[in-house]
T-cell receptor
Framework: SQTIHQWPATLVQPVGSPLSLECTVE??????LYWYRQAAGRGLQLLFY??????ISSEVPQNLSASRPQDRQFILSSKKLLLSDSGFYLCAWTQTASGVYEQYFGPGTRLTVT | KNQVEQSPQSLIILEGKNCTLQCNYTVSPFSNLRWYKQDTGRGPVSLTI?????NTKSNGRYTATLDADTKQSSLHITASQLSDSASYIC?????????????FGTGTRLQVFP
C-alpha cells in the first residue's frame, strides 16, 4: 500500500533562517506531488506541484522554492524565512481511480517562524 | 472567480445527533467535488468524490449530495460520534485529468460533545 511521509512534524525557526521540509512517498511510482500551505482559518493554498523529477510548477510568487531530486521525494525550501511563512504545510500525491484523480495528503508539518 | 464557500463556519452538536454541512461553489468548468475530513493537526482524508453525473454518495455514516444545476453540495453525518470532531473541507476540481488546480473551501469545524 502507498504511504506518504513528512518531516519534521513541527518546526520553530527564527526569521531569516533557512528551511527544508521533506516529503517522501512509498508504494507508487511517478506520482504527481504537491505542496500546500494552510494558514489558520483559511483554505489550503497550492504552492508547488511536480509531475516528474526536476519538473516544478509554482502557483504563487513567494519566499519558497521546491525541488524533486528523486521520483518519490519532494522538498520545500527557503533561504530566509519570513514571519508570514508560518503555517501548516501539507504534501500530497495523486493516483488515478476510475478516471478521477484521488489525492492523498501527508501528516503535515507545523512551521512557526518567530 | 472560482470559489468554494462552506457553511456554517463552525458547528457544535451532541453525540448521536445528525448534522448537515453545506458547500456552494462557483467553479467553471466543473469536473468533480470532494469532501475531506481533517483532524486537528493532521492531513485531510478523503470521504467522497462525486462527478457532475452523481447525485449522492455514501461512506459509512457520511452521505454527500450534489446538485450540479444549483452548484450546491451537502455532507450529512448520521448518528454523530465524538471521533467526528474535525474540520470538513469541500473541494472542487475543474478538470478530471489532474488535481493541480483543486479549489478548496475554508472548511466547517464540527465539534461533537458527549
Amino acid at each position: 500500500s502507498q504511504t506518504i511521509h513528512q518531516w519534521p512534524a513541527t518546526l520553530v525557526q527564527p526569521v531569516g533562517s533557512p528551511l527544508s521540509l521533506e516529503c517522501t512517498v512509498e508504494g507508487t511510482s511517478n506520482p504527481n506531488l504537491y505542496w500546500y500551505r494552510q494558514a489558520a482559518g483559511r483554505g489550503l493554498q497550492l504552492l508547488f506541484y511536480s509531475v516528474g523529477i526536476g519538473q516544478i510548477s509554482s502557483e504563487v510568487p513567494q519566499n519558497l522554492s521546491a525541488s524533486r531530486p528523486q521520483d518519490r521525494q519532494f522538498i520545500l525550501s527557503s533561504k530566509k524565512l519570513l514571519l508570514s511563512d508560518s503555517g501548516f504545510y501539507l504534501c500530497a500525491w495523486t493516483q488515478t481511480a476510475s478516471g478521477v484523480y484521488e489525492q492523498y495528503f501527508g501528516p503535515g508539518t507545523r512551521l512557526t517562524v518567530t | 472567480k472560482n470559489q468554494v464557500e462552506q457553511s456554517p463556519q463552525s458547528l457544535i452538536i451532541l453525540e448521536g445527533k445528525n448534522c448537515t454541512l453545506q458547500c456552494n461553489y462557483t467553479v467553471s468548468p466543473f469536473s468533480n467535488l470532494r469532501w475531506y475530513k481533517q483532524d486537528t493537526g493532521r492531513g485531510p482524508v478523503s470521504l467522497t468524490i462525486m462527478t457532475f453525473s452523481e447525485n449522492t454518495k455514501s461512506n459509512g455514516r457520511y452521505t454527500a449530495t450534489l446538485d450540479a444545476d444549483t452548484k450546491q453540495s451537502s455532507l450529512h453525518i448520521t448518528a454523530s460520534q465524538l471521533s467526528d470532531s474535525a474540520s470538513y473541507i469541500c473541494v472542487v476540481s475543474p478538470r478530471p485529468w489532474g488535481t493541480d488546480k483543486l479549489i478548496f473551501g475554508t472548511g466547517t469545524r464540527l465539534q461533537v460533545f458527549p
